[in-house]
C-alpha cells in the first residue's frame, strides 16, 4: 500500500504529539529540509569534483565500468547519465545508504566486498554532487540476486527551507531490471552547461582520479587493494551526445612522460628518514649514484627524521621546453614540435598531484595550485637558478598511505586535506626534495655547458695563436725578403709590415686585457665567497653579546656576576674582532691586483688561529703538518686562499655534525717534485666514490635543501657553488683539485697540487 504526502505528514504530526509528551523536560534535533540544497551547494564547489565523487562511489560498489554521458549539455537543463556495473542496491541498502545524510556504512565496512578495494568514501556526503548538479535525479539499481530493479526519482527543489526533512518522501517503485547488476543514476535539469572543453577538463579529472599506475608499485604490497590506473578491473568512459550524435571522449596519451628531460623520484621510508634521486638519460644521471638524504629539520648540518609521515612516495616528470638540445644525449632527443605539444598540454595538466589512499585530493596540482610554493619560490631563488623550476615544467604525482584517515583527513568539500601536523611535514619534505633534485639537474646542466664552454674558448685560443703565428710568419718572412724587392715593392712591404706589427700588438692588448677580466671576475668570486661564509659564522655571535649585555644589567649590583660576564663578553668580542682583522686583511689583499708567492705555512696558520675557538664550540680538533721547507705556491692571490680554507672547514664541519663524532682536521702541507701540496682531511660522513669528480661541479651538493623562509646568504651557503668556485681558482694557475684517499682515521681528502714558485719568484717576494 502506498501512503500518500497527507497521510505521511499526518502520521508525522501525531508522532511530534507523542514525542511532545514525552519530552516535557528534554528538547531534541531537527532538520530543515533546507540543508539539502545547502550541503550541496558549500560542499561541492565544483563540478568536476562532484562528478569524481560519483564516480568513486562505483569504485566502492565493485563496478568494473562506469559511462558518463552529457545529453544535450551545451546548454542549461541537459541531462548527465552515470551508470556503473557495481553490486548495486537493495531497499536496505538504499534506505540505510544513499537516503541516509552522513551515513556510516563505508567507515564500518572500509573494504568492498567483492575486490577487497579500499573505498574512497567516508562522510556520506556523496548524494550531494547530484543535488549540486542538477534538480532532479532518478536512481535506478539492482542486485545479481533481484527480480526486478528499483527505481526512485527526488526532486531536490522539494527540499526548501521551513520544511522538515522527514516530511519529504520519495517514491520507491519495482521496475523491470535493466541490467545484471549495477546503478544508473539520471540527474536532469543541470544547472550549468557543458562545453566540450569542460567535458574533456571533468574527463581527464576523473581520468586522473585514481593514482597514475607509473608512480610507484607500493601499493601493491599492502593487503589492501588500493586504487591504481593499473587496475584493469575499473574503467571510465566518458561521451557527449547532441541529439542522436555520441562522440567518445578520450584520454592524452601520456606516453611523452618517457622523453621527460628527467625524472625526480623521492621517498619517505618507514623510519621517517627521507631521500630522493633524479634519473636523466639526455644528462647523463644514473639515479643509483645519487641518492640524496632529506633531513626533517630546519639544519644543513644535523640530519633529522620525520616524525609522522611514512611511506611516503613521488615522481615527477621534468621538461624545459626552449631547450631541445638538452635532450640530445644517450641518443634520447626530441623534437622542438614534441616539446611545443608538452607545453601545451602544460597549460591545463601539470602540476604536483596529490593522491591519498590511491585516489586523487584535489585541488592539489590543480591549474594555479601553487601548494608546495614552487612558482613562488622562483622569484626568492632567482640569484641562484640557472634553469627553469615552475609547476608548468612538471608532472608529478604524490602518494601517501593512511588507511584510518588517522594523519591526512580530507576537508568535508573534498577540496583539500586538513593543515595539520602531518600535513606540514609532507610539505616540508616535498619543498626541500624537489629542490635537492632541481640543483642536481641544475649541476648536470652546467657541467655540460662548461665542458662546451671550454671547448669553445680552447678553440677560441687555438684559433687566436695561430693568428698569432700567421702574423708572425708573414712579418718574419717580409723582414727576410726585404733585399730582393724594389725600393717601390720595398715601401710597400714595408706598409704591409707596420700594418701586421699594430695588428699583432691590439691583439696582444685585447688578450691582456680578457685574461686580467678573467683573473678579477675569478678574484671576486672568492672575495664573494669568503664574505658570505664571514656573515654565516659571526652571526652566531650577536645572542651572545646581547645575553651577556642583559646579565650584565641585571647583575649591576652584584660584582661577582659582573666580572664573569665581562669576561665572558670580552672573550666573545675578542673573537669578533680576529674574525673582522682577517676578513679586512683579505679585502685589502684583494684590492691589490698584484700576485706573490704564497708560503701555505703562513695562511694555514693564520687560518688555524681564527678558525680554533668555533672548532673547539664545535667539538673539532685541528691539527697541521708541513713537510719541507719554503712552502712556496705560484704566484697567487693572498685572499684566494681565505676561501679555500673557509669553504674547507665549512664543509668539513656539516659532514663531521652529520656523522655524529668527535671532529677531527688534518691539513698537511708538502713538496712534491715541482707541486706545493696541500691536503684537508676529515672524519665526516665521507665523499662516496661515484660523486668524487662532481662535488666540483657548480649546484652538486650534498647538503639537506634549507626549508621555507631561510635568508638569501644561507640560500647560497648551500647551493653547491664553494668547490666549483676554488676548483676554478686552483685550475686557473695550472694546479689541479681532487679527492685523494684519505690517511688513516680520516673519511674525505681533498688534494690540492699548485705549481711551485721558482727561485726568481721567491727572491723578489723576500726583497719587496
Same mark, same amino acid.
Given at each position: 500500500?502506498?501512503?500518500?504526502?497527507?497521510?505521511?505528514?499526518?502520521?508525522?504530526?501525531?508522532?511530534?504529539?507523542?514525542?511532545?509528551?514525552?519530552?516535557?523536560?528534554?528538547?531534541?534535533?531537527?532538520?530543515?529540509?533546507?540543508?539539502?540544497?545547502?550541503?550541496?551547494?558549500?560542499?561541492?564547489?565544483?563540478?568536476?569534483?562532484?562528478?569524481?565523487?560519483?564516480?568513486?562511489?562505483?569504485?566502492?560498489?565493485?563496478?568494473?565500468?562506469?559511462?558518463?554521458?552529457?545529453?544535450?549539455?551545451?546548454?542549461?537543463?541537459?541531462?548527465?547519465?552515470?551508470?556503473?556495473?557495481?553490486?548495486?542496491?537493495?531497499?536496505?541498502?538504499?534506505?540505510?545508504?544513499?537516503?541516509?545524510?552522513?551515513?556510516?556504512?563505508?567507515?564500518?565496512?572500509?573494504?568492498?566486498?567483492?575486490?577487497?578495494?579500499?573505498?574512497?568514501?567516508?562522510?556520506?556526503?556523496?548524494?550531494?554532487?547530484?543535488?549540486?548538479?542538477?534538480?532532479?535525479?532518478?536512481?535506478?539499481?539492482?542486485?545479481?540476486?533481484?527480480?526486478?530493479?528499483?527505481?526512485?526519482?527526488?526532486?531536490?527543489?522539494?527540499?526548501?527551507?521551513?520544511?522538515?526533512?522527514?516530511?519529504?518522501?520519495?517514491?520507491?517503485?519495482?521496475?523491470?531490471?535493466?541490467?545484471?547488476?549495477?546503478?544508473?543514476?539520471?540527474?536532469?535539469?543541470?544547472?550549468?552547461?557543458?562545453?566540450?572543453?569542460?567535458?574533456?577538463?571533468?574527463?581527464?579529472?576523473?581520468?586522473?582520479?585514481?593514482?597514475? !599506475?607509473?608512480?610507484?608499485? $607500493?601499493?601493491?604490497?599492502? #593487503? *589492501?587493494?588500493?586504487? =591504481?590506473?593499473? %587496475?584493469? /578491473? &575499473? !574503467?571510465?568512459?566518458?561521451? $557527449?551526445?547532441?541529439?542522436? #550524435? *555520441?562522440?567518445?571522449? =578520450?584520454?592524452? %596519451?601520456? /606516453? &611523452?612522460?618517457?622523453?621527460?628531460?628527467?625524472?625526480?623520484?623521492?621517498? *619517505?621510508?618507514?623510519?621517517?628518514?627521507?631521500?630522493? /634521486?633524479?634519473?636523466?638519460?639526455?644528462?647523463?644521471?644514473?639515479?643509483?649514484?645519487?641518492?640524496?638524504?632529506?633531513?626533517?629539520?630546519? /639544519?644543513?648540518?644535523?640530519?633529522?627524521?620525520?616524525?609522522?609521515?611514512?611511506?611516503?612516495?613521488?615522481?615527477?616528470?621534468?621538461?624545459?621546453?626552449?631547450?631541445?638540445?638538452?635532450?640530445?644525449?644517450?641518443?634520447?632527443?626530441?623534437?622542438?614540435?614534441?616539446?611545443?605539444?608538452?607545453?601545451?598540454?602544460?597549460?591545463?595538466?601539470?602540476?604536483?598531484?596529490?593522491?591519498?589512499?590511491?585516489?586523487?585530493?584535489?585541488?592539489?596540482?590543480?591549474?594555479?595550485?601553487?601548494?608546495?610554493?614552487?612558482?613562488?619560490?622562483?622569484?626568492?631563488?632567482?640569484?641562484?637558478?640557472?634553469?627553469?623550476?615552475?609547476?608548468?615544467?612538471?608532472?608529478?604525482?604524490?602518494?601517501?598511505?593512511?588507511?584510518?584517515?588517522?594523519?591526512?583527513?580530507?576537508?568535508?568539500?573534498?577540496?583539500?586535506?586538513?593543515?595539520?601536523?602531518?600535513?606540514?611535514?609532507?610539505?616540508?619534505?616535498?619543498?626541500?626534495?624537489?629542490?635537492?633534485?632541481?640543483?642536481?639537474?641544475?649541476?648536470?646542466?652546467?657541467?655540460?655547458?662548461?665542458?662546451?664552454?671550454?671547448?669553445?674558448?680552447?678553440?677560441?685560443?687555438?684559433?687566436?695563436?695561430?693568428?698569432?703565428?700567421?702574423?708572425?710568419?708573414?712579418?718574419?718572412?717580409?723582414?727576410?725578403?726585404?733585399?730582393?724587392?724594389?725600393?717601390?715593392?720595398?715601401?710597400?712591404?714595408?706598409?704591409?709590415?707596420?700594418?701586421?706589427?699594430?695588428?699583432?700588438?691590439?691583439?696582444?692588448?685585447?688578450?691582456?686585457?680578457?685574461?686580467?677580466?678573467?683573473?678579477?671576475?675569478?678574484?671576486?668570486?672568492?672575495?664573494?665567497?669568503?664574505?658570505?661564509?664571514?656573515?654565516?659564522?659571526?652571526?652566531?655571535?650577536?645572542?651572545?653579546?646581547?645575553?651577556?649585555?642583559?646579565?650584565?644589567?641585571?647583575?649591576?649590583?652584584?660584582?661577582?656576576?659582573?666580572?664573569?660576564?665581562?669576561?665572558?663578553?670580552?672573550?666573545?668580542?675578542?673573537?669578533?674582532?680576529?674574525?673582522?682583522?682577517?676578513?679586512?686583511?683579505?679585502?685589502?689583499?684583494?684590492?691589490?691586483?698584484?700576485?706573490?708567492?704564497?708560503?701555505?705555512?703562513?695562511?694555514?696558520?693564520?687560518?688555524?688561529?681564527?678558525?680554533?675557538?668555533?672548532?673547539?664550540?664545535?667539538?673539532?680538533?685541528?691539527?697541521?703538518?708541513?713537510?719541507?721547507?719554503?712552502?712556496?705556491?705560484?704566484?697567487?692571490?693572498?685572499?684566494?686562499?681565505?676561501?679555500?680554507?673557509?669553504?674547507?672547514?665549512?664543509?668539513?664541519?656539516?659532514?663531521?655534525?652529520?656523522?655524529?663524532?668527535?671532529?677531527?682536521?688534518?691539513?698537511?702541507?708538502?713538496?712534491?717534485?715541482?707541486?706545493?701540496?696541500?691536503?684537508?682531511?676529515?672524519?665526516?660522513?665521507?665523499?662516496?666514490?661515484?660523486?668524487?669528480?662532481?662535488?666540483?661541479?657548480?649546484?652538486?651538493?650534498?647538503?639537506?635543501?634549507?626549508?621555507?623562509?631561510?635568508?638569501?646568504?644561507?640560500?647560497?651557503?648551500?647551493?653547491?657553488?664553494?668547490?666549483?668556485?676554488?676548483?676554478?681558482?686552483?685550475?686557473?694557475?695550472?694546479?689541479?683539485?681532487?679527492?685523494?684517499?684519505?690517511?688513516?682515521?680520516?673519511?674525505?681528502?681533498?688534494?690540492?697540487?699548485?705549481?711551485?714558485?721558482?727561485?726568481?719568484?721567491?727572491?723578489?717576494?723576500?726583497?719587496?
Amino acid at each position: 500500500m502506498v501512503e500518500t504526502r497527507e497521510e505521511l505528514i499526518r502520521q508525522r504530526e501525531a508522532l511530534d504529539k507523542q514525542l511532545a509528551e514525552l519530552d516535557k523536560d528534554k528538547v531534541r534535533f531537527s532538520v530543515d529540509a533546507g540543508i539539502i540544497d545547502r550541503l550541496g551547494r558549500e560542499l561541492m564547489a565544483k563540478q568536476e569534483t562532484a562528478v569524481s565523487e560519483l564516480v568513486k562511489n562505483a569504485y566502492d560498489a565493485d563496478a568494473n565500468e562506469v559511462i558518463l554521458q552529457f545529453v544535450n549539455t551545451d546548454a542549461v537543463g541537459g541531462t548527465l547519465i552515470i551508470e556503473d556495473d557495481g553490486h548495486g542496491m537493495d531497499l536496505e541498502a538504499l534506505r540505510k545508504g544513499f537516503m541516509r545524510l552522513s551515513s556510516t556504512d563505508k567507515v564500518h565496512n572500509p573494504v568492498s566486498p567483492k575486490y577487497g578495494r579500499k573505498r574512497a568514501g567516508r562522510k556520506g556526503i556523496g548524494r550531494f554532487a547530484t543535488q549540486r548538479l542538477g534538480s532532479r535525479l532518478t536512481i535506478i539499481t539492482q542486485t545479481e540476486e533481484s527480480e526486478t530493479a528499483l527505481k526512485v526519482i527526488i526532486e531536490w527543489d522539494d527540499y526548501q527551507i521551513d520544511r522538515d526533512i522527514n516530511l519529504v518522501a520519495n517514491l520507491v517503485e519495482e521496475i523491470p531490471k535493466q541490467n545484471m547488476q549495477g546503478t544508473t543514476l539520471i540527474i536532469d535539469n543541470l544547472r550549468e552547461n557543458w562545453t566540450t572543453a569542460e567535458i574533456q577538463r571533468v574527463f581527464r579529472y576523473v581520468s586522473d582520479l585514481l593514482q597514475p !599506475s607509473y608512480l610507484s608499485d $607500493r601499493l601493491k604490497k599492502s #593487503e *589492501v587493494v588500493f586504487a =591504481s590506473q593499473e %587496475d584493469n /578491473s &575499473f !574503467s571510465v568512459n566518458c561521451q $557527449r551526445k547532441i541529439n542522436e #550524435e *555520441v562522440e567518445t571522449i =578520450s584520454d592524452i %596519451d601520456k /606516453s &611523452f612522460f618517457e622523453k621527460a628531460l628527467a625524472v625526480f623520484e623521492g621517498f *619517505v621510508d618507514m623510519s621517517g628518514e627521507g631521500f630522493c /634521486s633524479v634519473t636523466s638519460k639526455s644528462l647523463g644521471i644514473d639515479s643509483l649514484n645519487n641518492l640524496i638524504s632529506i633531513s626533517a629539520g630546519k /639544519s644543513r648540518d644535523k640530519v633529522e627524521l620525520y616524525n609522522l609521515i611514512k611511506d611516503v612516495h613521488f615522481k615527477a616528470y621534468y621538461f624545459i621546453y626552449n631547450r631541445p638540445d638538452y635532450y640530445e644525449g644517450q641518443g634520447i632527443g626530441i623534437s622542438s614540435i614534441e616539446l611545443k605539444r608538452v607545453n601545451d598540454f602544460a597549460q591545463t595538466s601539470s602540476g604536483v598531484r596529490l593522491y591519498r589512499n590511491g585516489f586523487r585530493v584535489p585541488p592539489f596540482g590543480d591549474v594555479g595550485d601553487d601548494w608546495l610554493d614552487i612558482d613562488e619560490r622562483v622569484s626568492m631563488q632567482s640569484h641562484a637558478r640557472r634553469i627553469p623550476m615552475t609547476n608548468k615544467n612538471l608532472f608529478g604525482f604524490v602518494e601517501i598511505t593512511d588507511e584510518k584517515g588517522h594523519l591526512f583527513e580530507e576537508t568535508s568539500s573534498r577540496e583539500g586535506l586538513i593543515k595539520n601536523e602531518a600535513f606540514g611535514e609532507l610539505v616540508d619534505f616535498l619543498i626541500k626534495a624537489f629542490d635537492a633534485c632541481r640543483a642536481r639537474v641544475e649541476s648536470s646542466i652546467g657541467f655540460t655547458e662548461k665542458k662546451k664552454k671550454r671547448e669553445k674558448r680552447q678553440k677560441a685560443k687555438r684559433d687566436q695563436i695561430e693568428q698569432l703565428k700567421g702574423i708572425k710568419d708573414f712579418i718574419d718572412s717580409t723582414e727576410d725578403g726585404q733585399s730582393n724587392t724594389t725600393d717601390g715593392e720595398e715601401k710597400g712591404e714595408r706598409f704591409s709590415r707596420e700594418e701586421a706589427k699594430a695588428a699583432l700588438e691590439e691583439l696582444e692588448i685585447v688578450l691582456d686585457e680578457q685574461m686580467d677580466e678573467i683573473a678579477m671576475l675569478r678574484v671576486l668570486a672568492g672575495m664573494g665567497l669568503s664574505i658570505g661564509e664571514f656573515v654565516h659564522e659571526i652571526r652566531q655571535f650577536s645572542p651572545a653579546f646581547e645575553g651577556d649585555l642583559l646579565t650584565m644589567l641585571a647583575a649591576y649590583a652584584a660584582n661577582d656576576e659582573m666580572k664573569q660576564g665581562l669576561t665572558r663578553l670580552s672573550r666573545n668580542f675578542e673573537q669578533f674582532q680576529s674574525y673582522a682583522a682577517y676578513f679586512d686583511e683579505t679585502i685589502r689583499n684583494n684590492a691589490k691586483r698584484e700576485l706573490r708567492p704564497i708560503e701555505i705555512r703562513d695562511v694555514v696558520r693564520g687560518f688555524e688561529d681564527i678558525i680554533r675557538r668555533n672548532a673547539l664550540k664545535n667539538n673539532i680538533k685541528i691539527e697541521s703538518n708541513f713537510i719541507g721547507y719554503d712552502l712556496y705556491t705560484c704566484p697567487m692571490h693572498a685572499s684566494e686562499w681565505s676561501s679555500i680554507l673557509f669553504n674547507f672547514y665549512s664543509n668539513s664541519k656539516k659532514a663531521i655534525i652529520k656523522a655524529d663524532v668527535s671532529g677531527k682536521i688534518l691539513i698537511v702541507g708538502s713538496e712534491d717534485e715541482d707541486k706545493i701540496v696541500l691536503e684537508f682531511s676529515d672524519n665526516g660522513i665521507g665523499i662516496p666514490p661515484e660523486n668524487s669528480e662532481r662535488v666540483f661541479d657548480a649546484f652538486f651538493t650534498t647538503s639537506t635543501p634549507a626549508g621555507r623562509g631561510v635568508s638569501q646568504n644561507e640560500e647560497l651557503l648551500g647551493s653547491g657553488l664553494g668547490l666549483k668556485i676554488i676548483s676554478d681558482i686552483i685550475e686557473s694557475y695550472g694546479g689541479e683539485i681532487f679527492v685523494s684517499k684519505p690517511p688513516e682515521g680520516y673519511k674525505t681528502c681533498i688534494r690540492i697540487e699548485l705549481p711551485e714558485a721558482t727561485e726568481e719568484q721567491i727572491e723578489k717576494e723576500q726583497y719587496v
